[in-house]
Every structure is written in structure tokens, then in C-alpha cells.
């Protein structure tokens, strides 16, 4: 299994700003992952990180709004711009391996709190 | 893609009882299913999978079964404990996630 890693833990932002979430895992994996999840909700998934290309966003999802990184292997990016109150929630990565399982890894998520 | 849902969102039971947690989906073509566990501050923990060539697969304590039929499958938790309490989900293979069931246990 993968030990994944996500910076910051928690955060309170002012309206209209930005905040860069990062995620860290300790192995190669193939995919990568970023889910919201609101508060007693489920996990809606936001996009996934592809390594050196662009994104794939679920509808819903724009890249302007949630601009994502993926250097490498082991690392992504995730910015959630213009903040608004609505955005506040946790925000997960998650990531999964090439062994023909979809089981996926999930970090310990990230709490934004706009206001 | 599939839609996949909960029937009930919170069950309450005794320790040493049986829980099951049911699951809907929309999607027939959907071919893999898992199910997670999160506890509180917690990300998703995988629990079992089951691919749609299956009816029924069992792991330590726990036991999932698709109807591929009704398009239904749950998870059975064989004498739950204290440590089971937790928000369970299925997903389906694009990373959809149910709406979640609550399960409390009571000592």
C-alpha cells in the first residue's frame, strides 16, 4: 500500500484568494486523484492528475477553477482559485496503482475553511 | 458513467451483531465494485472488491454480494464491533462514489 501525504492539513482562507494543496506519495503510481468532500457527504471527484499532460476534469469541474500539477510520478498539485465560501470543504488525493485493481489510496485530506 | 447510491443513510447496531449495508447502481456495464470505510478525519480505507463475474466474496469478517439482476450489492459485517463505526461507501471502477451509510455501534 502507499503512504500518501498532503500539505496543508487544514486551512482558513479570505474570499477570493488561492490556496495550492499538495500531495505526496512514497512510491510511483500510475494514477492520481482529487476528490471534494463536504462535510457528512460523499467523495465527488474533481479530476485526474495526469503526469506530464493536462488534467481530465468531471463535469462540473474547470481547469481555470482547479488548475492541477503533476510533475512526476509521486507528486500533484491541486489550486483551488478565487476561493468562495462554497468552496469550503476537504479535499482528498487519492492514487492507484497498475496491478489491474482499481483499489485506490486515499491521503488524509486537506480542510479548507473560506470565509 | 455509473450512479451509484445508498439505500439508508445511518444503521445503528448492537456489538456482536451482523450489519449489512446495501448499495444501488444504475449502470449494468459497471464491472467492478469497492467498498471503503472512513473513519471520522480520516481518508477512505479499502475494505473488499468484487467484479461482476461474481456473486459473492468474503474476506476477513466481512462479505460483499452483487445482484447483478436488481443491480444491487451490500456488505456484510459479521460481528461488528466498536472499531466498525464508520462511514461505509461503494464505488464503481471511474472513482464514483455512493452517498455513504453512517453505522453506529452500540456496546
Known amino acids: 500500500s502507499a503512504v500518501i501525504s498532503q500539505k496543508p492539513s487544514r486551512d482558513i482562507c479570505q474570499r477570493g484568494t488561492s490556496l495550492t494543496i499538495q500531495c505526496q506519495v512514497d512510491s510511483q503510481v500510475t494514477m492520481m486523484f482529487w476528490y471534494r468532500q463536504q462535510p457528512g457527504q460523499s467523495l465527488t471527484l474533481i479530476a485526474t492528475a495526469n503526469q506530464g499532460s493536462e488534467a481530465t476534469y468531471e463535469s462540473g469541474f474547470v481547469i481555470d477553477k482547479f488548475p492541477i500539477s503533476r510533475p512526476n510520478l509521486t507528486f500533484s498539485t491541486l489550486t483551488v482559485s478565487n476561493m468562495s465560501p462554497e468552496d469550503s470543504s476537504i479535499y482528498l488525493c487519492?492514487?492507484?496503482?497498475?496491478?489491474?485493481?482499481?483499489?485506490?489510496?486515499f491521503g488524509p485530506g486537506t480542510r479548507l475553511t473560506v470565509l | 458513467g455509473e450512479n451509484v447510491g445508498l439505500h439508508l443513510p445511518t444503521l445503528s447496531v448492537q456489538e456482536g451483531d451482523n450489519s449489512i449495508i446495501n448499495c444501488a447502481y444504475s449502470?449494468?456495464?459497471?464491472?467492478?465494485f469497492i467498498w471503503y470505510k472512513q473513519e471520522s478525519g480520516k481518508g477512505p480505507q479499502f475494505i473488499i472488491d468484487i467484479r461482476s463475474n461474481m456473486d459473492k466474496r468474503q474476506g476477513q469478517r466481512v462479505t460483499v454480494l452483487l445482484n447483478k439482476t436488481v443491480k444491487h450489492l451490500s456488505l456484510q459485517i459479521a460481528a461488528t464491533q466498536p472499531g466498525d463505526s464508520a462511514v461505509y461507501f461503494c464505488?464503481?471502477?471511474?472513482?464514483?462514489f455512493g452517498a455513504g451509510t453512517r453505522l453506529t455501534v452500540k456496546p
Open positions: 464505488a464503481g471502477p471511474t472513482g464514483r
Open positions: 449502470n449494468s456495464a459497471s464491472d467492478y
Open positions: 487519492s492514487v492507484e496503482y497498475s496491478s489491474g485493481s482499481n483499489e485506490q489510496f
